[in-house]
C-alpha cells in the first residue's frame, strides 16, 4: 500500500469519462490532495462583493483528479475512507442573485469573509460556528458520455454537500467507468443540513484519502459509513439520494435503507420498515443545486449489530 500527493492543479469544473487522470493507484493506496476553494481561488480574503461579481462562475467546484485505482470495473464498488480534512485559516460563504432556497427574498449580492481556528470561528459573533471541514463534491466519472457541469449530484456521487463526509466516515460509490475517475473539491469548514443560501464556508483544504476496491460488489447509488460528524454521535448508517423532486429522493433512500437493514442484518422487510420509522432520520442535504435535491436517511450504529458492509 503506498501513499501518493496530488496537488490542485490543474483542476476539472466538468464531468468527463474521457478525462485523463491524473494519478494512478492500486487499492488500497492512500492520497494526499490538494483541493482549492470552490471558486479555483478566484476568492480571496478581503474581497469585496462587486470584485466577486466578476469572478469566472464556469470554474466553480475545481475539482482535483481524476484519480484512476488499478482493475476497477463497472459493477465494483470503490471505498473513500477519510482519512483527515485540513482547512487552510479562511473561508467565504456569499448570496446570488437567483440562487438559494430562499432566492426570492434574499435578491441582492452578497460575501462574507470568514477567519477560521483550528475548531471553531467566532468571525459572525456572537455565534460560535464549530468547524467540522469535509468536502463537498466527491464523485466517479459518470457512465455517460459528455461534458456535464458538477453542480447537480447523482448516483455517481458528485455535488451531494453531505456534511457527515469528515474525517473518520467512509463513503462507497458505484464504479461506472474502467478505472472508477475519482475526484474531490468543493471543501467546506461548515455547513448546516440543506445549505440554504448555496454555501457553506468555502474554504481551501488538504484532504487525506485511503481508497479501497471491492469487486463485484455493487450498489445503485452513495452510502456513508459516518464518523463522528454529528455532536453526541457515534456515527451512522446514511444513504444518500437525489433526485429533482425531495419525496421521490426520500423515498427512494428509505426504499434503499430497507433493503440494507434487510440484506446485512437479517430484517424482514417489514420489520426494517417499522426500525426505519422509529430509529431513522430523513434530512434534506442540500436544496440549492438544482434541479437535484439531496435526502438523507440516517440510522445511528448504536441501534444495530456492528457490521462490515464489503
Known amino acids: 500500500m503506498s501513499e501518493h500527493?496530488?496537488?490542485?492543479g490543474p483542476t476539472h469544473s466538468r464531468w468527463n469519462r474521457n478525462l485523463e487522470p491524473r494519478l494512478e493507484i492500486a487499492s488500497g493506496d492512500t492520497v494526499h490532495m490538494e483541493c482549492v476553494d470552490a471558486s479555483d481561488g478566484q476568492v480571496r480574503?478581503?474581497?469585496?462583493?462587486?470584485?466577486?461579481?466578476?469572478?469566472?462562475r464556469g470554474r466553480i467546484h475545481a475539482l482535483t483528479?481524476?484519480?484512476a485505482i488499478q482493475n476497477a470495473e463497472p459493477g465494483d464498488t470503490l471505498e473513500v475512507e477519510i482519512l483527515d480534512v485540513q482547512h487552510k485559516g479562511w473561508g467565504w460563504t456569499s448570496i446570488i442573485a437567483g440562487?438559494?432556497?430562499?432566492?426570492d427574498r434574499f435578491k441582492d449580492p452578497f460575501l462574507f469573509h470568514w477567519e477560521l481556528e483550528p475548531g471553531v470561528t467566532r468571525s459572525l459573533a456572537?455565534?460560535?460556528?464549530?468547524?467540522?471541514?469535509?468536502?463537498?463534491?466527491?464523485?466517479?466519472?459518470?457512465a455517460e458520455d459528455g461534458e456535464f457541469r458538477t453542480r447537480a449530484p447523482g448516483s455517481f456521487g458528485g455535488n451531494m454537500d453531505v456534511r457527515d463526509l469528515t474525517a473518520g466516515s467512509k463513503v462507497y460509490l458505484p464504479v461506472l467507468n474502467a478505472g472508477a475517475l475519482f475526484s474531490a473539491g468543493d471543501a467546506h469548514a461548515?455547513?448546516?443540513?440543506?445549505?440554504?443560501?448555496?454555501?457553506?464556508?468555502?474554504?481551501?483544504?488538504?484532504?487525506?484519502?485511503?481508497?479501497?476496491?471491492?469487486?463485484h460488489r455493487s450498489i445503485s447509488g452513495p452510502l456513508i459509513a459516518s464518523?463522528?460528524?454529528?455532536?453526541?454521535?457515534?456515527?451512522?448508517?446514511?444513504?444518500?439520494?437525489?433526485?429533482?423532486?425531495?419525496?421521490?429522493?426520500?423515498?427512494?433512500?428509505?426504499?434503499?435503507?430497507?433493503d440494507l437493514l434487510s440484506s446485512h442484518w437479517g430484517f424482514t422487510p417489514e420489520h426494517a420498515y417499522l426500525l426505519c420509522s422509529v430509529a431513522m432520520d430523513l434530512r434534506l442535504s442540500q436544496v440549492v443545486n438544482e434541479p437535484m435535491t439531496t435526502v438523507t436517511a440516517a440510522i445511528a450504529k448504536t441501534v444495530l449489530p456492528e457490521r462490515s458492509l464489503f
Open 45 to 56: 480574503p478581503g474581497m469585496t462583493v462587486d470584485e466577486y461579481l466578476t469572478i469566472d
Open 227 to 258: 464518523g463522528n460528524a454529528r455532536p453526541c454521535s457515534g456515527g451512522e448508517w446514511i444513504v444518500v439520494e437525489s433526485a429533482a423532486d425531495a419525496l421521490t429522493a426520500a423515498r427512494t433512500a428509505t426504499s434503499r435503507m430497507v
Open 126 to 142: 456572537p455565534a460560535i460556528v464549530s468547524l467540522r471541514p469535509f468536502c463537498g463534491v466527491m464523485g466517479v466519472a459518470p
Open 99 to 103: 440562487l438559494g432556497f430562499l432566492k
Open 5 to 8: 500527493s496530488l496537488s490542485a
Open 65 to 67: 483528479g481524476p484519480i
Open 190 to 215: 461548515a455547513q448546516g443540513d440543506g445549505e440554504i443560501c448555496i454555501n457553506g464556508i468555502e474554504c481551501p483544504a488538504d484532504v487525506t484519502l485511503r481508497f479501497h476496491l471491492h469487486k
